[in-house]
């Protein structure tokens, strides 16, 4: 069974910092999709990323893919308190376009 | 609307009663897709479909049934309810990337 990774499952830090979040991921796969969630809503997508090397920004968000390594990284730079919210990882298993999470990870940004 | 929609946003119901939540798209995704959302879980797949009349067992398809007899319309039925089925449930389709419906919050008593 495909096993995907987030860490850490929890993270605040202060406005204005940079922090990396990281998704490892047991099995073959190049495509890798980032979400976000904000309480009591529903999961919005960020990132698509369907190849070794691929990456995406949007704002203060960069997320990479290194097949290789079975890891995917969000970089946040220069936290501001908008971003608090819990990002999940994805990662398609090839089999019927079934999507694997990760546990998620929980973001609090700190004025 | 265009999108991804879910009936009923919240439900309560007593353990043993039947309960449906629909899920219905209107971007003619082929693929759809059950999650529940759990604490201490992150997402879980229950069901999946690639079309009309495919479905298929995710990780956790006990104490569910599925149909698909239309593309746009992918219900879920708890055929006996349990208080362990007290979830959050997404209903998502795919494209590029599978996009999620606003959920519907099941409590079971």
């Known amino acids: 069974e495909l096993k995907v990774e987030q860490n850490p499952l929890f993270l605040s830090m202060q406005e204005g910092k940079n922090y990396t979040i990281y998704c490892n991921y047991s099995t073959t796969s190049d495509r890798l999709y980032w979400y976000r969630q904000d309480p009591g809503k529903s999961l919005e997508s960020l990132f698509v990323?369907?190849?070794?090397?691929a990456v995406k920004q949007e704002g203060r968000l960069m997320a990479s893919l290194d097949t290789k390594a079975r890891l995917s990284t969000l970089h946040i730079t220069a936290a501001v308190h908008d971003l608090s919210a819990t990002y999940f990882c994805?990662?398609?298993?090839?089999?019927?376009?079934?999507?694997?999470f990760g546990t998620g990870t929980s973001l609090t940004v700190i004025p | 609307d265009a999108g991804i929609t879910q009936s009923p946003r919240y439900k309560i119901t007593e353990t043993g009663r039947q309960v449906t939540l629909m899920c219905h798209q209107t971007w003619s995704h082929s693929y759809m897709f059950w999650y529940r959302q759990d604490l201490g879980h992150g997402l879980r797949l229950i069901y999946y479909?690639?079309?009309?009349?495919?479905?298929d067992k995710g990780e956790v398809p006990d104490g569910y049934v599925v149909s698909r007899s239309k593309t746009e319309n992918f219900p879920l039925t708890l055929e006996s309810a349990t208080r362990s089925q007290t979830s959050v449930y997404f209903c998502a389709s795919s494209y590029d990337t599978q996009y999620f419906g606003p959920g519907t919050r099941l409590t079971v008593l």
């Open positions: 994805a990662v398609d298993a090839f089999t019927g376009n079934q999507f694997y």
């Open positions: 479909s690639a079309a009309a009349d495919i479905t």
């Open positions: 990323l369907l190849s070794n090397g």
